[in-house]
């Protein structure tokens, strides 16, 4: 299993690496324009995240058109072999996704919500697909089981493409999407800090330490 940090707040970014539980680090330009990260700064954050641990750092190439994706993608690719450059799956997307691909280049076709457009980031060779579970959800669509289709029609596919489920909303989808083979997920700080607030685990901590200070007193 591979969790990552959606955000580009620095702060946020190096509290949550440091756990040692998440892999890395998803971006795209709401993200960094929240953050206040300029693209001119994009090489500064990515050396940063890397430095404190993180396997991959995923940044969004922008353009109406596939040359103009393709070039920006390559600008990204350029700042570290870490960096996954992301694109949206439309048609001009999955143009710069298949050139990129095939200039050893890692790409993630984000902003996925159907089935079919999973089968057509793996036919462009990306390495990711991001499905928006929270968003299918609000849209009236059942989130889960079309990630359920999506995980299915790539496994059968043989292929190398892997689901990075996003737009996460609780802990208990986390658990939901590993049970239908889902193994990267990326997720919000508010989400990510969630995994660590289990009641009744906080509960037995506070319960081992009253029994320590005990302990020590005795």
């Known amino acids: ?4 940090i959606d955000s580009a707040n620095i702060a946020v970014v190096e509290s949550l690496l440091q756990t040692g539980v998440f892999y890395g680090v998803t971006t795209n330009p709401l993200i960094l324009r929240e953050a206040g990260v300029r693209w001119n700064k994009l090489s500064d954050f990515a050396e940063y995240a890397l430095g404190l641990g993180a ?3 995923f940044f969004q190439s922008w353009g109406e058109e596939a040359a103009t994706l393709c070039r920006h993608g390559e600008q990204l690719a350029r700042l570290s072999s870490q960096v ?3 694109l949206p799956v439309t048609r001009a997307g999955l143009e710069a996704a298949a050139k990129l691909a095939k200039a050893g280049i ?5 902003a996925v919500y159907a089935p079919f457009q999973a089968l057509l980031a793996a ?11 929270g968003r299918m959800n609000d849209a009236g669509r059942d989130g889960h089981a079309l990630i359920a289709q999506m995980a299915a029609a790539l496994q059968k596919t043989a292929g190398l493409t892997e689901i990075l489920a996003a737009s996460v909303r609780s802990p208990e989808d986390v658990t939901s999407l590993a049970q239908n083979g889902v193994r990267n997920i990326t997720l919000s700080p ?6 660590f607030l289990e009641p009744l685990t906080l509960e037995a901590v506070k319960a081992f330490e009253a029994a320590a200070q005990e302990l020590q007193n005795e």
């Open 123 to 133: 036919a462009a060779g990306a390495a990711y697909v991001a499905p928006y579970l």
């Open 84 to 86: 996954v450059v992301k």
């Open 55 to 57: 396997q991959e750092v």
């Open 106 to 110: 890692k790409t993630c076709l984000t």
């Open 1 to 4: 299993m591979k969790l990552y």
């Open 190 to 195: 508010a989400v990510a800090e969630k995994l």
